[in-house]
Each structure stands twice: as C-alpha cells, then as structure tokens.
Nanobody, 116 residues
Framework: VQLQASGGGLVQAGGSLTLACVAS????????MAWYRQAPGKQRQLVAR???????YYADSVEGRFTISRDNAKNALYLQMSSLKPEDTAVYYC???????????WGQGTLVTVSS
C-alpha cells in the first residue's frame, strides 16, 4: 500500500490549509486512516483519526479547528485545517491500516509551516 500526501505549504497564522492523502495498491479497505504530525525536535503525535462507522477523534490541540474526512470512492483522506497557529508547524503524515491493531502504512509527509 502506498500513501501519497499533498497540500502542505506556508501559511500565515489564522489561515487555512487542506491536506490530502491518496492510497493506492490496497486490495482490502483501509478501515483506519489518520493524520500524524512531527514538529522539529518533538515526537510524532496523532492529530486526527477516522475509523469506519465511528466518530472522528481529534487531539485536544486541534479540536474545533481541524476536520478529518475520507472519500472511500477516491481512496482518499483529507485534513481541513483552519485558524492555524505557529505551533501547528510540523511535517504531517497520513497513515492507514486495514484494521485496528494491524501495522500502519505511512505516507511520505508534507510540511506545513505557519508563520506568525
């Protein structure tokens, strides 16, 4: 399975950006899809996760500002980010797995830089 993330870039604080991730090569559905991020010098952290049939999960730091969604027909995952803050600056990775508990597939990451 390959995951291709895109949409990162430079944006001013308060602005918006939408990330996209397209999966390919999967014979079976990816039940769990998620966005993680890693800021310089920090550990990778879960930003948002969407599991088929359940409500999306958001980290407290992005709740109310970010929206995760998926389009199964396009095998795609999205992250709409608004009211961006400098502390949102990080490399954002999409991740997916067939079922909870199985290993994640990872995308290559896309850099989001929020200037103050």
């Amino acid at each position: 399975v390959q995951l291709q993330a895109s949409g990162g870039g430079l944006v001013q604080a308060g602005g918006s950006l939408t990330l996209a991730c397209v999966a390919s090569g999967n014979r079976f559905s990816l039940n769990v899809m998620a966005w993680y991020r890693q800021a310089p010098g920090k550990q990778r952290q879960l930003v948002a996760r969407i599991i088929e049939g359940t409500r999306p999960y958001y980290a407290d730091s992005v709740e109310g500002r970010f929206t995760i969604s998926r389009d199964n027909a396009k095998n795609a995952l999205y992250l709409q980010m608004s009211s961006l803050k400098p502390e949102d600056t990080a490399v954002y990775y999409c991740a997916a797995r067939h079922l909870v508990g199985m290993p994640f597939y990872w995308g290559q990451g896309t850099l989001v830089t929020v200037s103050s």
